[in-house]
Every structure is written in C-alpha cells, then in structure tokens.
C-alpha cells in the first residue's frame, strides 16, 4: 500500500543523507595518527614474524566495519633468509565503470633490532585504514582498491630480487588476470607522517599523474609539502611502473637531519605529526574524485 510520507521526516532524512556524504569525504589525520600508533604498539614487525601476524589481524578487523570487499593475496617469497609466508590485504570499494584506482602501501617493517617503523611503515599502515574509513559511504564510479603490502623491504640489502616481494607477487597475478589494463592510476604511500613533511618528487614516477597530484596540492594550499626537485625512488610503485601502469609514489625522504632517523630506532611516533597525514590525505582524496571524473 502506498503511504504519503511526512514532510519533516523527509526533510530529516535528507539532512541525514547529507550529513553521511560529508562524512564519507572527509579524511582525519588523527584518526590515521592513531591507527599508525596501534601498529608501533606490535613493535618490529617484519615478514612472516608473530607481530606482523598480529597486525594483520588488526588491519582485518579495522576494515570489516568499512564495507569493503576483503581479499588476500598469500604467497611464499623466495628470501635470502629462505622461503617467508607473505600476505597483501586488499580492500576495494567497487564502482561501476570497469575501471580501478588504486592506493596502495606497506605495513612491514625492516629486520633491524628494536625498529619500530613509525614511519616506514606505520604511517602507510594507519594512512590506508584511515582512507578506508573516509571512502566507506560513497558511491563509487571506478573501483578504488586499497593494498597493504607485505615485503617492501629488503631483508637482508636492497637488490632487485631482495625487496618489494608483495607488489612484484601482486603485479604478475594482475598481469595474468588482466587487472593492470584496469587500473587508471596507483598511488602508493609511504613515510608519509614526518612532521616536517617534504614529499619528494619522483622522477621515476607517471609524469602526468605526478603532475595532477602537485597540481591538486597547490590548488589545495599544500604546495610547500610538495618538493619540485626531481629525485629518484624505487618503492612499491615500481613493478607497476614497469608493466606500464601509470603510478606515482608519495613519500618523504628527508627523515630527520641528514635522513638520521630513517632504519633506526630513532623512528617513533613522536616524530609524526596528525597534519602530515591530512595533508597526504586531502590531496589524495581530491585526486581519487578527479580521476573518477576523467573517462
């Protein structure tokens, strides 16, 4: 039976509605401050160990409230120290469009004797579970996918073969699936809770995708975080840059003086700043909503 609605209730329910879009738009930099400080609380957390098991667990059940389809990508990774159990969490918020923006980050931490990893990698993990938060509730055009990987570090010295295992394992599966011809863009996070944020540019990065990320930041007042000078960056974002994905890497690579508290224990949390993460997170949320437009 038809029922004629209340004025007052509909004009309730569209404040309500208003008030959820505003919500899901909105990034808290505090919010990924806390998230990245829950996972410093696990202590060193590298490959295959019980911390990161924990954290894994952690990631999980701080993403099921958001909605997200949850996916694992569980692999063995061939290590100079033997074979390590590896897992990339994936959460995707799916649109309509057949296409994918990706936003991705590392949540290991290197083998190194009382590192914490507030930085590198807390910010990137408490970054991704704070923009899991900030997209749940809006219709989606594209796909967006978030990705915690595994294995970003090396685990013994950096070389090609001993380092970002999770995107090199992720990119041949989604070169085998058919997923990279997808994907708009990934913007991959890292070290990106400095208090005295400096974000490098990449020179190994997608010109045009760099350059809409820059473009957004000045537009948004945040243009003396983001550094002019061209620097070169091997992270997570490579594999994909390699297979022809256009990819950028955001990070801050001038930790402390003369890059003092990068892998070592000097990198806790009271080096970040909340302001750090809302900065990365404004800019990266402005990008999502520009590329959705963009066919």
């Not at 290197?110 to 579970?129: E, I, M």
């Not at 990065?205 to 620097?231: E, M």
């Not at 508290?261 to 970040?272: A, C, E, R, V, Y």
Request: proline residues 5%; glycine residues 8%.
């Amino acid at each position: 039976m038809h029922r004629a609605q209340n004025p007052l209730m509909v004009l309730i329910a569209a404040i309500l509605v208003s008030t959820t879009a505003v919500q899901a738009a909105s990034f808290s930099g505090a919010k990924a401050y806390g998230y990245a400080r829950e996972a410093v609380a696990d202590g060193p957390r590298p490959s295959g160990s019980p911390a990161i098991h924990r954290l894994q667990e952690q990631i999980i059940a701080a993403l099921k409230p958001t909605g997200c389809q949850l996916t694992f990508d569980d692999f063995r990774a061939s290590t100079p120290a033997g074979p390590i159990p590896m897992r990339n969490i994936l959460c995707k918020f799916p649109g309509k469009s057949g296409r994918a923006i990706v936003i991705t980050g590392h949540y290991d931490t290197k083998r190194l004797p009382n590192f914490v990893g507030a930085n590198d990698a807390g910010s990137s993990t408490g970054f991704l579970l704070e923009l899991a938060n900030a997209l749940h509730g809006s219709p989606r055009l594209d796909d967006v996918t978030l990705i915690f990987f595994d294995g970003e570090e090396a685990v013994k010295e950096w070389t090609d073969t001993d380092s970002l295992y999770g995107s090199r394992h992720l990119e041949r599966a989604w070169l085998d699936s058919g997923m990279l011809a997808r994907i708009k863009a990934l913007i991959n996070v890292d070290m990106i809770g400095d208090k005295d944020l400096d974000l490098v540019k990449d020179g190994n990065s997608d010109i045009k995708l760099r350059d809409l990320v820059w473009n957004t930041a000045g537009q948004l007042g945040y243009a003396a975080h983001f550094h002019t000078d061209l620097s070169g960056i091997e992270d997570d974002h490579m594999p994909f840059i390699k297979a022809g994905v256009p990819a950028i890497d955001l990070i801050d690579f001038t930790y402390g003086p003369d890059q003092a508290f990068w892998h070592t224990g000097q990198d806790t949390m009271d080096k970040l700043s909340p302001n750090s993460f809302e900065i990365v997170g404004n800019v990266v949320m402005a990008v999502i909503r520009q590329l959705e437009e963009r066919p």
